[in-house]
């Protein structure tokens, strides 16, 4: 998956954050609704119906690479 075409960053939305290309949402979001188990259908029919499926994989796609880069510490 190309994620430069699903997921932006520009300082002038939502103050760069990561977000659904082309829209106000946030990438947390999705992945918020996505870890309390809703289905990708339940986020697009009853959050956000303008996001096609492969939005949300995005979404999850992005958040685990984010993830996988971090240099975690275990306390």
Do not use: N, Q
């Given at each position: 998956?190309?994620?430069?075409?699903?997921?932006?960053?520009?300082?002038?939305?939502?103050?760069?954050?990561?977000v659904v290309a082309?829209?106000?949402?946030?990438?947390?979001?999705?992945?918020?609704?996505?870890?309390?188990?809703?289905?990708?259908?339940?986020?697009?029919?009853?959050?956000?119906?303008?996001?096609?499926?492969?939005?949300?994989?995005?979404?999850?796609?992005?958040?685990?690479?984010?993830?996988?880069?971090?240099?975690?510490?275990?306390?």
């Amino acid at each position: 998956m190309d994620l430069p075409d699903r997921i932006a960053m520009d300082p002038a939305v939502r103050g760069g954050a990561p977000v659904v290309a082309g829209t106000r949402i946030p990438v947390h979001a999705i992945v918020e609704l996505a870890a309390a188990g809703k289905r990708f259908e339940e986020i697009r029919r009853d959050f956000y119906p303008s996001l096609v499926e492969e939005d949300i994989r995005a979404c999850l796609e992005y958040a685990a690479r984010v993830l996988k880069d971090e240099d975690l510490h275990a306390a």
